[in-house]
């Protein structure tokens, strides 16, 4: 496990906002309340903001939500929290870029569940799973790592919009190399059906 994402948030300060962030605002087509979850410090809540949204901004390290906080920017709340405590509200767009597959095993279930449950109608979750060929995939790493199928499995009650399987060499952002396998995702929840 990691000591401290220090390094971590020095290098992603001023990095552009996810891609898949990007794409899944384009996808909602219009502002409203937003989640971002492991927010660290703050790269995706910055394009969050200035596109519109209001912002809850969620992450355990205090360095992060400091951060984030000393924006004193209107439309952000910072909340330091694990997900595991974090009590969720109803968001029409939630963004956990690189975050999930912290969550232990024994919980990343029943929080997925609670996240799903927190979207809006038509509501759109961005993230990624991590799968089992990942190199931090080792005994005594509590982080989630899914198969194809049992990440297809938690998505099952979301529309998917996005679902792209990278397993491949690459590096960390602090440059060390690494085997990536990581579920890109982006799902939408389904509206309920009109009683006429
Ligand atoms: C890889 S970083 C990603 C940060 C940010 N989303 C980005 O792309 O720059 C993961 C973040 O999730 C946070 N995190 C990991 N597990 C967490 C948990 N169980 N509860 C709350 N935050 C968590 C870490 O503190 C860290 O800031």
């Known amino acids: 496990m990691r000591k401290s994402w220090d390094h971590f948030y020095q290098l992603t300060q001023d990095k552009s906002p996810s891609a898949g962030l990007v794409k ?3 996808l909602l087509g219009h502002t ?3 989640l971002d979850l492991g927010c660290g410090v703050g790269r995706d809540t910055r394009y969050l903001l200035a596109q519109g949204f209001q912002v ?7 360095k992060a939500i400091v951060t984030l906080a000393s924006l004193s920017t209107p439309h952000l709340y910072p909340v330091q929290s694990t997900f595991e405590d974090f009590t969720f509200a109803s968001y029409a767009l939630i963004n956990a870029h690189f975050a999930l597959p912290f969550l232990q095993t024994g919980v990343f279930s029943t929080v997925f569940a609670r996240l799903k449950r927190s979207l809006k109608p038509d509501g759109i979750f961005v993230g990624q799973f991590f799968g089992i060929h990942d190199t931090w995939n080792v005994a005594g790493n509590p982080m989630t790592f899914l198969t194809r199928e ?15 399987e990278e397993d491949a060499d690459g590096e960390t952002a602090e440059g060390t190399t690494k085997h990536w396998h ?3 995702i982006i799902v939408c929840k389904h509206s309920p059906p009109k009683i006429e």
Do not use: N, P, Y
Not at 56 to 62: L, Q, S
Not at 150 to 164: N, S, Y
């Open 24 to 26: 899944a605002i384009s």
């Open 32 to 34: 409203g309340e937003a």
């Open 56 to 62: 809850t901004a969620v992450d355990r390290e205090a």
């Open 150 to 164: 049992q990440a297809l499995a938690e998505l099952v009650d979301l529309k998917i919009m996005e679902f792209e």
């Open 182 to 184: 990581v579920f890109h």
